[in-house]
Nanobody, 122 residues
Framework: QVQMIESGGGLVRPGGSLTLSCVAS??????????VGWLRQAPGKEREFVAG?????NRYYADSVKGRFTISRDASTFYLQMNSLKPEDTGTYYC????????????????WGQGTQVTVSS
């Protein structure tokens, strides 16, 4: 099974930017049919879809982050560029793989990383 390792979280002021990275490593691999997503979880809330990318390059975003976040990929590394951050973006951010393809349901994802904390506060 592929392992996902996130990094890049931190404390940032409202309106600031952060870039998260996620490296996919062995022993498994990501196949062309897979869908890689960034999801987040705030304290006391359900894990929610933020952004995702097909291996073909098609990208998808939650309405709450459209126009502010950009997901991209470079080989086996996946990025989430986050601009104009808001306090409600605070949470633990995870990258994960949906083996059956596109989904926004956290239950369809596996190969979860350990997460990286993003805190947006003045």
């Amino acid at each position: 099974q592929v392992q996902m390792i996130e990094s890049g979280g931190g404390l940032v002021r409202p309106g600031g930017s952060l870039t998260l990275s996620c490296v996919a490593s062995g022993p498994g691999r990501i196949y062309s049919s897979h869908f890689v997503g960034w999801l987040r979880q705030a304290p006391g809330k359900e894990r929610e879809f933020v952004a995702g990318i097909r291996m073909s390059g098609n990208r998808y975003y939650a309405d709450s982050v459209k126009g502010r976040f950009t997901i991209s990929r470079d080989a086996s590394t996946f990025y989430l560029q986050m601009n104009s951050l808001k306090p409600e973006d605070t949470g633990t951010y995870y990258c994960a793989v949906a083996r059956r393809g596109y989904s926004t349901n956290a239950k369809d994802f596996d190969s979860w990383g350990q997460g990286t904390q993003v805190t947006v506060s003045s």
